[in-house]
């Protein structure tokens, strides 16, 4: 029994299922393993402030705004106060995001486009009805994430899309109302 015991929680602390040391209760003997490995979630996945993400259903005038200088979306209250800020890409030199003033349209959960041999999830079209989108970094033709492509994240990289962390992207496309203003410059 005891060597069955050991076996499992040897085999648990390799798996990295116990959180750190494991200790073998009601035995003469105890055993500790520790887990080297830890995994932290990429910042590509996570939400880009620490702070809540702003409830729009109490600032009636919001609206976003992209900044391509700055690699940034804001949720805007007014003019002049951000309420939440978002690391993000906008499009290449090459192929830029549209400049101007849009209105948020029609969502989707995700899509593939085989031209570009690129995806994302959780898009949010704001110009041309599916065209230009807010969507997570790229995903491929299988659904996954290309962490290369990811990583540029905060840096031009797009193909005139505003890619948006994994958690910025999931917000926008589950809380940001249609005919939302967007003012993109």
Not at 109 to 129: H, I
Not at 148 to 169: F, I, N, P, Q
Request: hydrophobic share 35%.
């Amino acid at each position: 029994m005891k060597k069955v015991t050991l076996l499992i929680v040897t085999l648990l602390a390799v798996l990295g299922l116990t959180g750190g040391t494991v200790r073998l209760s009601n035995h003469a003997t105890t055993a500790q393993a520790k887990t080297t490995k830890t995994t932290k979630t990429p910042s590509w996945k996570q939400s880009s402030e620490s702070k809540p993400y702003p409830n729009l259903k109490k600032h009636k005038h919001a609206f976003i705004k992209v900044s391509i200088a700055k690699q940034r979306v804001y949720i805007m209250a007014s003019k002049k106060k951000v309420l939440y800020t978002m690391k993000c890409s906008t499009g290449k030199k090459s192929s830029p995001t549209p400049k101007g003033t849009f209105h948020i349209q029609n969502r989707g959960k995700s899509f593939y486009n085989a031209s570009s041999r690129e995806g994302a999830r959780y898009w949010t079209s704001f110009k041309d009805w599916g065209v230009y989108l807010f969507h997570t970094v790229p995903t491929n033709a299988k659904g996954k994430y290309v962490v290369s492509e990811a990583k540029k994240l905060g840096k031009r990289a797009s193909h005139g899309c505003v890619r948006l962390s994994v958690a910025d992207a999931h917000w926008i496309y589950t809380h940001v109302p249609a005919k939302i203003k967007v003012v993109i410059h």
